[in-house]
């Protein structure tokens, strides 16, 4: 058994070396820029929704983000730079797993390893995913995250099991939601933040701005996932378009408007606040 826990900890040690090289570190940091633009543009594609009367060529959400991108002077660059550093910072993400794992050899520390083990990997999927669409825009490929979310949600629901399925994916979703507007209430995004490095006059403000996007992130997710629940009771999939979906939901009830704007200033505060943690970003996740 010692014998076998010394090839993991070599393993580990070597792929270390690859997520601690400070090559890695700067492309993950491009990768952080880029979501923060890309949070940006949402926000603007959601004050466009909220005071928009005509159709709109794109989605609010990531895939409508990138839409913007790929129609700017010089989009196919900035899609494949885009793209790249997300998959770094997927990549830089994963190797705060390997930072922690240890605990999971613990028995006082198991379970808040695992769990943060479980938050990283998330996220680094969610950096992954990110990352990939953008290469297909680069490449000039076609993909519409709405519209193919509800197609995965209309043949989830034609198998046995199905509706029971994306009724706990919609409930998954609402509790990341959740998740997320909590950690906003609490100020606990701020571990991602390395204020030691950041000036102390900054903290408020990064506090504040990162705040008001988590908020923000977490009631629209909230939403998104309470879509989903409610596609799979009443079988009717149009209202499960992912984060598009959730912002006109906000748009269609009474004040919408101004809802939705809030939420869309929201989004755009969180671009900022990832332009602040690419500055000064936090390579140890508590355990």
């Known amino acids: 058994m010692t014998a076998v826990l010394q ?11 690859v997520t601690d090289h400070p090559v890695l570190t700067h492309l993950a940091r491009v990768g952080l820029v880029a979501y923060g633009v890309l949070h940006v543009l949402i926000g603007w594609l959601a004050s466009r929704v909220a005071w928009s009367a005509g159709p709109r060529a794109e989605d609010a959400d990531q895939t409508g983000a990138l839409q913007t991108v790929a129609g700017s002077p010089g989009g196919r660059v900035l899609l494949w730079v885009i793209g790249l550093g997300m ?15 240890t605990g999971l050899l613990r028995p006082a520390r198991r379970v808040r390893t695992a769990v943060v083990c479980a938050k990283c990997g998330a996220k680094g999927t969610v950096y992954a995913v990110l990352g990939v669409t953008a290469l297909f825009f680069a490449v000039g490929a076609e993909y519409d995250a709405a519209d193919r979310f509800r197609e995965l949600t209309d043949e989830a629901l034609e198998i046995p099991g199905g509706a029971a399925a994306v009724v706990l994916v919609g ?9 997320t507007l909590v950690r906003g209430l609490t ?19 990064i506090e504040r701005i990162g705040s008001v996007g988590y908020v923000a992130k977490g009631i629209a997710f909230a939403v998104s996932g309470g879509l989903l629940v409610y596609a799979a009771a009443t079988e009717d999939v149009s209202t499960a378009t992912g984060l598009d ?4 939901a906000i748009a269609g009830v009474p004040t919408g408007r101004w809802l939705l704007t ?14 602040a943690r690419a500055r000064f970003p936090d390579r140890d996740p508590a355990t």
């Open 7 to 17: 090839r993991v900890h070599d393993a580990v040690a070597r792929a270390r070396e």
């Open 87 to 101: 998959l770094a910072l997927a990549l830089w993400q994963a190797g705060e797993v390997l930072r922690v794992w």
């Open 171 to 179: 409930v998954g979703v609402a509790a990341v939601g959740t998740y």
């Open 187 to 205: 100020g606990g995004f701020m571990k991602d933040v390395d204020l030691a490095a950041a000036p102390d006059r900054w903290e408020p403000l």
């Open 245 to 248: 979906g959730a912002m006109h």
């Open 262 to 275: 809030a939420v869309a200033v929201g989004f755009a505060a969180f671009g900022v606040y990832a332009l």
